[in-house]
């Protein structure tokens, strides 16, 4: 299993549409053959705050991921209303 965690900061003023925008990748994202899991978590002290937990079955499938036409089209969207960079960084698991 691969997981990357993706800590993402949004502008304020944006984050409805962030909301959106990630719901609808992550509905595409968890039917996607070797995804896991997919869930998306906002800070409650810092609503402009979200991270991103993704796991896939093998390094192909998480590279694969970014390379589908919904991943691609939230990158896009999503690009503006960062208030930073997001930072994805990739996790080896110990359990399960």
């Given at each position: ?11 304020p003023e944006n984050v409805e549409q962030f909301i959106g925008a990630t ?74």
């Open positions: 299993m691969v997981v990357t965690i993706v800590e993402v900061h949004v502008k719901i609808e990748n992550h509905k595409a994202s968890v039917r996607e053959r070797k995804n896991m899991r997919f869930d998306v978590l906002q800070s409650p002290q810092d609503p402009s705050l979200f991270l991103l937990y993704e796991a896939y079955n093998s390094e192909e499938g998480a590279a694969a991921h970014k390379n589908t036409p919904h991943y691609l089209k939230w990158r896009d969207t999503v690009a503006p209303w960062m208030a930073v960079p997001r930072k994805g960084v990739p996790y080896r698991v110990i359990c399960p």
